[in-house]
């Protein structure tokens, strides 16, 4: 099992631009998550899902959206990026409760 | 809201000395978590407490549950430089939380050989 995968591990973008960061997990996990790492601090809830169609807010979504069509993948899109959004930002799944990571995207926005 | 605080943030210590970490929850909570996070990598689960008076142990590492007290703590016996990393907790919302998590800040440990 490869577990979460992320793709890319690391991108620029300009101010303005936008991406999708892939997540997917062969672990047929239903409850899915996105969070974001600053320099130096704990994870911050941005999206979650609890199966395929569903996804709901966590703490801070503002500036991105997600989908989840099938129970492997779960893309974070991010329109109109901003340098307040220039962060590792990881995804997860979950069993139970206890959650499993993928690396991580080293996002830059100048 | 729940907030979660752990202490110290940043800890030095020698090698073959022991030390914990704390993690307080602000909120009932019957489920905590505690992860490892090597520098520019993803987290690895350690523990997973589910109840009042959980003890968790692996190899230098126990962690404990106290949901009266809203507290966790993390222990490290003998310690070696190889457990040198950040240590997160991570406390579940509350019962329709869908599993989600409000993290600690992050504890860095850095052992000297």
């Known amino acids: 099992n490869a577990g979460v995968t992320q793709t890319p591990k690391f991108r620029i973008l300009k101010i303005g631009q936008s991406m999708t960061l892939q997540c997917t997990q062969d672990?047929?996990?239903?409850?899915m998550y996105w969070y974001r790492q600053d320099p130096g601090m704990g994870l911050k809830l941005i999206y979650y899902?609890?199966?395929?169609?569903?996804?709901d807010k966590g703490e801070v979504p503002n500036g991105y959206n997600v989908s989840r069509s099938t129970t492997e993948d779960f893309p974070l899109r991010l329109e109109l990026a901003a340098p307040s959004q220039t962060s590792v930002y990881f995804c997860?799944?979950?069993?139970?409760?206890?959650?499993?990571f993928g690396p991580g995207t080293r996002l830059t926005v100048l | 809201e729940l907030k979660v605080e752990q202490n110290p943030l940043f800890l030095s210590m020698q090698e073959g000395k022991n030390y914990t970490i704390y993690c307080n929850y602000s909120?009932?909570?019957?489920?905590l978590y505690w992860y490892r996070q090597d520098p520019g990598k993803s987290l690895e689960s350690l523990f997973v407490?589910?109840?009042n008076g959980a003890v968790k142990q692996e190899g230098r590492l126990m962690a404990s549950l106290d949901t009266k007290a809203r507290l966790s703590t993390l222990h490290i016996t003998a310690a070696v430089h190889d457990l040198s990393a950040t240590y997160f907790c991570?406390?579940?919302?509350?019962?329709?939380?869908?599993?989600?998590?409000?993290w600690g800040a992050g504890t860095k440990l850095i052992i000297k050989p």
């Open positions: 997860a799944s979950s069993l139970a409760g206890k959650q499993f």
């Open positions: 407490l589910l109840s």
């Open positions: 909120t009932t909570s019957d489920r």
């Open positions: 899902s609890v199966g395929a169609g569903i996804t």
């Open positions: 991570a406390v579940d919302n509350g019962m329709d939380s869908n599993y989600q998590l409000i």
């Open positions: 672990m047929n996990h239903n409850y």
